[in-house]
C-alpha cells in the first residue's frame, strides 16, 4: 500500500516528531506545575492528532483539546465503547450511541474526502495516507464510493490511534518500571548524537532511526509482553486439521497473540522485560510464529511500519526529554478493545538534565 511506502513514511515523520515533542513540552509543564498527569488518555489524545493529521489530512488546532478535535475525539471513543453492543437501535441503547457518534465521524471524513476530490492542495505539503488510498484504487480501476472511503477512513483512525496509544502507554509503562533499560536506550541514543541540546532542533531521519538497534528491540519486547490487540479473526480457506481438530471450510477462526507469546518456546524467562532476548536475530521460520503483535499471513497489519516508526519517535523524544516516576506502580491492564491500564496510569514527569 503506497500509504505506507517508504517515501510516505518520511514525509509523515515530521509530522510525528513535531507533535510528539508538543506533547511532551505540554507534559513537563503540566507536572512542573505539581499536578500528575493521566498518561492514557494524554497519549490517546496525542495519537488521535497524529493519526487525523497523517492518515486522514485533517490540520488540528494548534491548540491541544480544542472544541472541534475534543467533538470528534468524543465522538470516536463513543463509537468504540459501543462497538459490542446488542442489535437493539432505540434512543439511549449502546447501537444507537455507537451509530450516532460513527455519523458524526462519517460527516467530517466526508468534508476532508470533498475536498480530496475537488482537488485542494494538502495544507502541509503532503499527501495523507487516505489522499493516496484514493489514487491507488483509481488507478487500478477500483475506486471506492463514498461510504466504502469513509468506512476505509474510520478504520484507518482506529487502527492508527487506537493501538499506537496502547503500545506507547505500555513504553512508558515498562521504561519507567526498568530504569536499567532507560538508560541502555539513552546510552545508543548519545552514541548516535541524539542526546544534549544540540540534538533537540535535529529533525529524525529514516536512516538514522534504523540504526537505533536496542530501541527498535526495546519496542519488540513491550509488543510482546503488551500486545495492543489481545488476538484476531480469520476464515478457513479450506478444510483442514489443527491438532488433532478438524477445521472445516469457511468456518471463524480465533487466535491469541498473547496467548501466542506466551507459549512460544523460542523465548526463555518469558515474564521478564529483557529487550536484549531481540538483540540476535531468531530463525526467521521460527519468529514469523512465535512473535507475531501485528498478525501473520498475508493479512497482517498493513500499517504496521507506520507504528514502528510512530513508536520509534515517540520513544527516542522521551528519552532525551523526560524522567517520569509511575505514582501506583505497576499498573493492572485490562482490554476494551485495546490493552491499557486501569488506573490510567498516574504519572510525574521531570525534564532529563541530558547525563547518562
Not at 541524539?194 to 536496542?214: C, F, I, R, T, V
Not at 503483535?293 to 510512530?310: D, N, T, Y
Not at 499498573?331 to 525534564?351: A, C, H, Q, R
Request: proline share 6%; with cysteine.
Amino acid at each position: 500500500m503506497r500509504a505506507f511506502s517508504r517515501e510516505a513514511l518520511q514525509h509523515y515523520m515530521p509530522v510525528i516528531q513535531e507533535e510528539v515533542s508538543a506533547c511532551l513540552r505540554q507534559w513537563l509543564l503540566v507536572s512542573g506545575g505539581g499536578s500528575c498527569l493521566l498518561v492514557y488518555p494524554e497519549v490517546k489524545r496525542l495519537m488521535f492528532r497524529i493519526a487525523m493529521r497523517i492518515l486522514l489530512g485533517f490540520r488540528p488546532s494548534p491548540t491541544a483539546g480544542s472544541d472541534g478535535e475534543q467533538h470528534l475525539m468524543e465522538a470516536f471513543e463513543e463509537m468504540i465503547r459501543n462497538l459490542f453492543s446488542l442489535p437493539i437501535d432505540l434512543p439511549f441503547s449502546g447501537l444507537y450511541k455507537g451509530l450516532r457518534a460513527r455519523d458524526v465521524i462519517h460527516a467530517k471524513i466526508e468534508e476532508s474526502i470533498q475536498a480530496k476530490l475537488a482537488g485542494k492542495e494538502p495544507p502541509d505539503g503532503y499527501k495523507d495516507a487516505l489522499q493516496l488510498l484514493m489514487e491507488h484504487t483509481q488507478g487500478n480501476g477500483e475506486q471506492l464510493n463514498m461510504q466504502e472511503l469513509k468506512e476505509s477512513a474510520t478504520e484507518l483512525l482506529f487502527a492508527g490511534h487506537e493501538t499506537t496509544a496502547s503500545a506507547a502507554t505500555s513504553l512508558i509503562t515498562f521504561l519507567g518500571l526498568h530504569q536499567d533499560v532507560l538508560q541502555k536506550v539513552r546510552k545508543e541514543l548519545q552514541e548516535k548524537g541524539l542526546l544534549g541540546h544540540m540534538s533537540q532542533e535535529k529533525h529524525l531521519e529514516m536512516e538514522l532511526l534504523e540504526q537505533l538497534k536496542y530501541t527498535g528491540c526495546v519496542i519488540k519486547e513491550t509488543l510482546r509482553l503488551s500486545p495492543p490487540v489481545p488476538g484476531g479473526f480469520r476464515v478457513a480457506l479450506k478444510t483442514f486439521e489443527l491438532n488433532g481438530y478438524q477445521i472445516p471450510k469457511g468456518w471463524n477462526v480465533i487466535y491469541s497473540i498473547c496467548d501466542t507469546h506466551d507459549v512460544a518456546e523460542l523465548f526463555t524467562n518469558k515474564d521478564e522485560f529483557n529487550p536484549d532476548r531481540f538483540m540476535s536475530p531468531f530463525p526467521e521460520d521460527s519468529s514469523r510464529f512465535s512473535f507475531i503483535p501485528f498478525g501473520g499471513g498475508l493479512r497482517s497489519c498493513v500499517g504496521k511500519e507506520f507504528a514502528k516508526i510512530l513508536l520509534k519517535i515517540f520513544t527516542v523524544e522521551l528519552a532525551r526529554n523526560c524522567d517520569w516516576q509511575l505514582l501506583n506502580g505497576p499498573p493492572t491492564m485490562k482490554t476494551g478493545p485495546t490493552v491499557y491500564p486501569e488506573d490510567n496510569l498516574p504519572t510525574k514527569f521531570t525534564s532529563f538534565n541530558g547525563r547518562v
